[in-house]
Structure formats: C-alpha cells, structure tokens
C-alpha cells in the first residue's frame, strides 16, 4: 500500500483499492516532492506525478501539446520559469493571473494541490528531455 499524498487516505496495491483514513494524513509540500524525485520515485511521488500527468492531458495538452511538448503559438511549459516558483504557478493556473493573455484560470474545476501534481508532471517531462538531450550529446 502506498499513501495518497492528495486525499490522505490509503491505497492499496494488488486487486483492489483500500480506502481506509490514513491518521495523520500525510501531505507532501511541492518542495519535498521535488526533492524526492530527484532521489528517485518513490511509490507516492510516482502516484503524484501520474495523476498531474493525467490532470495535464485533460486540460493543458489541448494548448500546451501532448506530453508537455508545446508548439510555437503557446509557451511550452518544460521550459516555464513559473516551473521553479510554486506561488507563481498557482497565480497563473488557479488565480488566473494571465487570463488577459488568454490563460484562462482553472479554478473551479481543481485545487492548488492538484494545480500541483500538473507541476510534478511537467517537471518531470522537463528534467527526462534534458536527460535525453544530455544523452545524445546535444
């Protein structure tokens, strides 16, 4: 089983999905789970940026591109520097802090915690492009 840093409950693996209270529930600030990706996944924060990934595809791969990977008409998010300030994220995608340029806020339909498991995910896209870019020497 592995905690749900999100909704604080248990999740089991196996069969079936365990939904019993996790007492105290266990919340992960941003920080710590960039920090935990960069010491290796482990079973939460995989669940974390899996979520954020899904999250990303249904609202932000329509204009942000799929997997993250932006045409030239709106930013490509990998390589956002809201991407290093979790305020800054939030004023953008929750607060809705760029709605004039045509960034609509998505406030009514997610949290800040789930505006973060976007951010998780496109961390993530952006540090494995880097790696293959590394890799092929360029």
């Not at 840093?5 to 529930?25: A, F, I, K, M, Q």
């Not at 998010?77 to 994220?89: F, K, M, Q, V, Y």
């Not at 949290?111 to 790696?131: L, S």
Request: hydrophobic fraction near 35%.
């Amino acid at each position: 089983r592995i905690e749900d840093p999100l909704r604080g409950v248990e999740v089991g693996t196996g069969d079936g999905v365990d939904r019993r209270p996790v007492n105290p529930p266990q919340r992960l600030r941003f920080v710590d789970v960039v920090n935990r990706c960069r010491q290796g996944n482990t079973p939460a924060v995989e669940h974390l940026i899996a979520a954020g990934g899904e999250r990303f595809g249904r609202f932000c791969g329509t204009c942000h591109g799929d997997a993250a990977v932006a045409g030239s008409l709106v930013p490509d998010l990998r390589h956002s520097g809201a991407l290093n300030d979790a305020a800054t994220w939030r004023q953008i995608i929750y607060e809705g802090a760029l709605k004039d340029n045509g960034m609509v806020s998505f406030k009514a339909v997610m949290t800040p915690e789930e505006i973060e498991t976007i951010r998780a995910y496109v961390i993530k896209r952006a540090n494995e492009d880097k790696a293959l870019e590394k890799a092929s020497g360029k």
